[in-house]
C-alpha cells in the first residue's frame, strides 16, 4: 500500500506492542486501541473509572490530531470495558469529548485488557 501512512505522537502512550498509534489510508485513519496509560509517565492511570476513561479519550484525541484530525471526525468507535457496570460512566465522559451526531459505537465487556485496565477504546476517524 503506498498511500499507508504511520501515525506516531509522543502526546499519547508509546505503543507497548507490535502496532502503530494508528495508520491513514486515504482519508481514513484507524486508531489503535487505547489503555489509560499516562503518555509522560508510561503509568497506568488507576484511580477511578472516570479517571481512567478521560485518560483513554485524551489519548485518543493525541492521536487524532497527530494525524490531522479530532475527535470530532470519529465515524465509529469500539469501547472495551472490564464490567458492563461502567457503561453509564463511559457515556457520561464520551459526552464531554463528542458533539451529536454522535459516531457509531460498538461496546463490549471482555474477561481482560492490557495493564488490568478498566477501558480500552479503538476509533476510525474520516479526515
Do not use: C, H, W
Amino acid at each position: 500500500m503506498s498511500n499507508k501512512t504511520i501515525i506516531s505522537t509522543d502526546k499519547a502512550p508509546a505503543a507497548i506492542g507490535t502496532y502503530s498509534q494508528a495508520v491513514k489510508v486515504g482519508d481514513m485513519v484507524f486508531l489503535s486501541g487505547q489503555i489509560p496509560l499516562n503518555p509522560e509517565t508510561m503509568e497506568m492511570v488507576t484511580e477511578s473509572f472516570e479517571a481512567q476513561a478521560v485518560q483513554v479519550f485524551d489519548n485518543l484525541d493525541a492521536v487524532a490530531k497527530a494525524a490531522g484530525g479530532t475527535l470530532g471526525n470519529t465515524v465509529k468507535l469500539t469501547i472495551l470495558l472490564s464490567d458492563m457496570a461502567f457503561f453509564p460512566q463511559v457515556n457520561e465522559v464520551m459526552a464531554r469529548y463528542f458533539d451529536e451526531p454522535y459516531p457509531a459505537r460498538a461496546a463490549y465487556a471482555v474477561k481482560a485488557l492490557p495493564k488490568d485496565a478498566d477501558i480500552e477504546v479503538e476509533a476510525i476517524l474520516a479526515v
